[in-house]
């Protein structure tokens, strides 16, 4: 039942109550007054009538007919013994023979020196009589009056105040609802702004003008903006801790109790092989190797934290799992594959310096122990002495390599760039590996676009045409061809340096720019190469916002590509 249905009719109870008892009491009050009034009457007619009886008993009765007949009451004369001797409902002549009256109430009263009163149904007339004795006469003297015109009277009044008490309840009713509808409207928009709460709409408050509803829509209000704050704060938490997961570099994944993925970051989704769009399976499905379904399996049974370091489809994944509070599980994984990398080139680097050095100081060793330990004659000391300073260069060399790549990893080096004619200089460092390329009859031919300006560092540019024509040189057969083209290319310059040599296999193309890195390495050592050459022009070319490659066929040449950005 609605609050407007309940307060109206509470408020007909009360209203039928409260008028109910009102017209009961009217009735009941007016009745006693109306008997009060009449008993006045009788008393002093009693009186009248108890004045005018002379000692002769014989007109008695008379008297008593002729009062009563002004009067319109009903007079009874009563001697002590209760028996009646005089009654004005009665003819003059001998009485009949009528009950004895010494056990009315009245009677009783009147004997005993008080005013008797009594209301009740006549034996003899059949109707409701009041009835007022005192003594006097022959006993006592009685007065009955009809009560129908007093109960008449009382019963109009009653009707009067029934009808006022309708028409009263009537309009009480339509207060009731009148209030119970301003009541209750500010109280719907009130829950009305609740479920707005609930379900983050704005929220409309009522002003009701009531105080007390007042005060509610005033706490309401407060709690509301407290909640928007909190929840505002919550966002924002929120946002941020999304922001920092979806940044982070390690893979963050977060699963519920049954094994559903919640949380994916863009690491995680890498590293597993899956595009931002993919739907993830269940925890349960997502890994095929068998050590990362453990990880997982020790986590969700509780045994606390898990890691273990796995291989997943060529990569190496640190996963660490830890159980959630509420149930489910977060992985992290750490992407140790450049790391490994990283190590595994360290190791070879150490190992490759190591083995670069230890020819040369080993032929430096032997020799120098032997011109110390059993000296030659001069032309072979001269021999023993000019390897000893080839070798003492070769490793010179090769630190200088060291040392310039190491320069250039770390990014201390800032190209300054100008305008460079990259085929003059090309001409220029050609000639001066004349003592090399005389003896063996290469062609060399440097040609450049004359619109196109390559903007570089020319001490770099050198340093890269340098190790290319040197590279190139060392593996050019006698009456081979060297070229070096300067041309247009896209938005950029593309510096070409091309020979006619024995070319390099299509599996060493993607490696031939690491350090110490050789397509033959027996060869390579032979022609007196450090392995570093290439690894320098890469990074000299990148430092400049470049890129470079290779395209090379076994036997057929190789071709290297700079391109500088315009």
């Not at 790391?339 to 032997?366: C, K, M, Q, W, Y």
């Amino acid at each position: 039942m609605t609050f407007v249905r309940r307060f109206i009719a509470g408020t007909f109870i009360v209203l039928l109550l409260a008028l109910g008892t009102l017209v009961w009491h009217a009735g009941w009050t007016l009745r006693a007054t109306l008997a009060n009034d009449v008993a006045a009457v009788l008393q002093r007619e009693a009186r009248l009538v108890r004045s005018a009886l002379d000692a002769d008993s014989t007109g008695w009765q008379e008297i008593v007919r002729r009062y009563s007949a002004a009067t319109g009451n009903r007079i009874t004369l009563i001697d002590r013994s209760g028996r009646v001797v005089a009654d004005s409902d009665f003819r003059p002549g001998p009485l009949p023979a009528i009950e004895n009256h010494a056990d009315r109430p009245e009677v009783r009263a009147a004997l005993a020196g008080s005013v008797g009163r009594d209301v009740r149904e006549s034996e003899t007339v059949g109707r409701d009589l009041m009835y007022v004795a005192i003594e006097g006469g022959p006993g006592v003297v009685r007065i009955a009056e009809d009560m129908s015109r007093a109960t008449a009277i009382v019963e109009q009044v009653q009707r009067a105040l029934a009808g006022s008490a309708l028409l009263a309840l009537l309009v009480g009713l339509v207060a009731a609802s009148v209030a119970a509808r301003a009541v209750a409207r500010p109280l719907v928009e009130l829950s009305g702004a609740a479920r707005a709460i609930a379900s983050g709409s704005p929220p409309r408050f009522p002003h009701s003008g009531i105080a007390e509803i007042d005060s509610l829509v005033r706490a309401l209000r407060e709690m509301h903006q407290q909640l928007a704050a909190r929840f505002e704060e919550l966002r924002r938490e929120k946002a941020e801790s999304g922001a920092l997961v979806e940044s982070m570099v390690e893979g963050v994944l977060a699963a519920d109790a049954r094994g559903r993925i919640s949380t994916a970051n863009p690491a995680a989704r890498r590293m597993l092989g899956y595009d931002l769009e993919d739907p993830l399976p269940d925890l349960g499905e997502l890994f095929r190797v068998k050590a990362a379904r453990e990880v997982v399996a020790g986590a969700r049974e509780g045994t606390g934290g898990q890691s273990r370091t796995v291989m997943l489809d060529g990569r190496t994944l640190l996963i660490t799992a830890r159980a959630l509070p509420a149930g489910g599980v977060v992985l992290v994984l750490h992407d140790l594959t450049e790391t490994r990398r990283l190590e595994a080139v360290r190791r070879d680097f150490v190992a490759n310096v190591s083995h670069e050095l230890r020819t040369p100081l080993t032929s430096i060793s032997g020799y120098a122990e032997t011109l110390l330990t059993d000296p030659p004659d001069s032309a072979t000391s001269r021999r023993f002495l000019e390897t000893i300073h080839g070798n003492a260069r070769r490793m010179q060399r090769l630190v200088d390599d060291l040392l310039d790549l190491s320069r250039l990893e770390a990014g201390r080096w800032q190209p300054e760039k100008t305008d460079v004619d990259a085929a003059a200089l090309a001409r220029e460092i050609w000639n001066g590996l004349a003592d090399r390329r005389d003896a063996r009859g290469i062609l060399f031919e440097a040609a450049a676009d004359p619109e196109v300006r390559l903007s570089a560092d020319p001490d770099a540019l050198r340093h890269i045409l340098t190790n290319l024509l040197d590279n190139s040189l060392r593996h050019t057969p006698a009456g081979g061809r060297i070229g070096v083209a300067v041309r247009a290319d896209g938005a950029g310059v593309a510096l070409d340096v091309s020979d006619s040599g024995r070319g390099i296999g299509r599996e060493h193309l993607p490696r031939i720019f690491e350090r110490f890195y050789r397509a033959d390495a027996s060869r390579s050592r032979e022609e007196g190469g450090t392995g570093l050459g290439l690894a320098i022009v890469k990074h000299l070319v990148e430092g400049h916002g470049g890129r470079v490659a290779a395209e090379s066929e076994p036997g057929r040449g190789t071709t290297i590509t700079c391109w500088f950005p315009a």
